[in-house]
């Protein structure tokens, strides 16, 4: 996974199963909407029928072990990033919505839809002063008791530095906690409208996706920024759970067949060997892991992040599933995969893709759980993509800063 994190890191949540709040998206040039509406089914249908050059896809066995992130060490902890919408300028994409333009009797493919990507992105910006990421992350999970659904979010930015007189950031602020939906509100509202929530330390996840080490409270919190420093200051990011220079990632290989054998021999070093997993299993799933990382947030190449959605495009097990709204209100084509958290426990993965652009707007993680009085639960942890791209603006730091 690529997402940038600090020596101290988010420390917010223990993650005992896969859950990934990535800080990652395409930087861009910004298109004008005439151009994205107009351009968005002519690259469908040219992706249709281009023929592309990438490896072979692999078939892959029954999952028989557990394809956890945790368990591989390549998972990471709920941090995110949002901007502020006045500093959405610049060429850093700032997403909006759009009316859908596709028919719903021409529903494009899996394949289509990141081979559209695919042409779209290798026109993005390719150079700046920053790599500016702005995400807001949404996640579901049950009051102590389990007795009510809650949700959190967190906003922030993330600021990477390719200068070495410049300062990177993260400057993030939680939003605050309340109920998820009128049901779970009647409930909190019945245990006497608790306004902050301590988890004991030995609380059974029972298919929650992790569990806060520290009190929730239901107001929001300051904006506060922090320096990165350690080995997080003057990278570029990790890849396949190694940190990255500057140096590195722009000698990722651009063509789909190099970059996948460059991902291949990466997840050959790792010791999968007495994880539990299936270890073919496991390599399958960290390729396809690598490329949505690749693709939502290392500042590779225009090239580069081309090749991921193409490596994408030959794997199999990734369903399109039509137009969908994404947890922020906008419209794009989603794809969808599960990935087994535990033996016969599976959570459904849904990335929502502009095919016009090349950007993913949002990942959103989908799993159940029951609750104390015997309910079933959906539970999400969404990480949707604000903004994003190369910048030679500077952050607008809060007076905290640390």
């Not at 009051?143 to 300062?167: C, F, I, M, N």
């Not at 759970?241 to 054998?261: F, Q």
């Not at 959103?364 to 959906?378: D, F």
Request: glycine share 8%.
């Amino acid at each position: 996974m690529n997402e940038l994190h600090d020596d101290q890191g988010s420390g917010d949540l223990v993650e005992p199963r896969h859950v990934e709040a990535v800080v990652r998206l395409l930087g861009s040039h910004e298109p004008s909407l005439d151009a994205v509406v107009a351009g968005r089914d002519r690259l469908l249908a040219e992706a249709a029928a281009t023929t592309t050059v990438e490896a072979p896809v692999r078939t892959r066995k029954r999952r028989r072990g557990r394809l956890v992130g945790a368990a591989l060490g390549l998972a990471v902890a709920a941090t995110v990033a949002v901007v502020a919408p006045a500093m959405l300028s610049d060429s850093t994409v700032s997403v909006v919505p759009r009316p859908g333009t596709s028919s719903p009797a021409a529903v494009p493919t899996a394949r289509q839809i990141l081979l559209a990507a695919a042409v779209a992105v290798e026109k993005a910006r390719a150079s700046g002063d920053y790599w500016r990421t702005a995400t807001l992350t949404q996640w579901m999970l049950t009051d102590p008791t389990r007795s009510y659904v809650l949700e959190s979010e967190r906003s922030g930015e993330q600021w990477l530095a390719k200068r070495s007189d410049l300062q990177s950031w993260r400057i993030r602020q939680d939003l605050g906690v309340k109920p998820a939906t009128p049901q779970d509100e009647a409930a909190w509202r019945a245990a006497g409208a608790p306004t902050s929530w301590r988890y004991p330390k030995n609380m059974k996840t029972e298919n929650l996706f992790a569990v806060p080490f520290k009190p929730l409270e239901a107001a929001a919190g300051e904006r506060t920024a922090e320096r990165l420093h350690g080995k997080g200051k003057g990278t570029a990011g990790d890849l396949v759970g190694e940190w990255m220079t500057w140096e590195e990632v722009r000698a990722i290989p651009g063509e789909p067949d190099k970059l996948r054998s460059y991902l291949e021999e990466r997840i050959g070093r790792l010791e999968l060997a007495g994880s539990g997993m299936d270890v073919e299993e496991a390599r399958a799933y960290i390729l396809l892991r690598e490329c949505v990382g690749i693709i939502s947030g290392l500042p590779a190449s225009p090239e580069v992040r081309a090749s991921a959605y193409r490596i994408l495009a030959s794997l199999p097990g990734i369903r399109a599933e039509g137009e969908m709204t994404d947890p922020l209100g906008r419209r794009g084509q989603a794809l969808s995969y599960q990935e087994e958290i535990e033996p016969g426990l599976f959570t459904q993965v849904r990335l929502v893709v502009d095919p016009g652009t090349g950007l993913l707007l949002a990942e959103v993680r989908t799993n159940t759980t029951r609750l104390a009085n015997g309910r079933e639960a959906e539970l999400r942890v969404s990480t949707s993509y604000r903004a994003i791209g190369w910048t030679d603006e500077r952050p607008q730091l809060p007076t905290h800063q640390d």
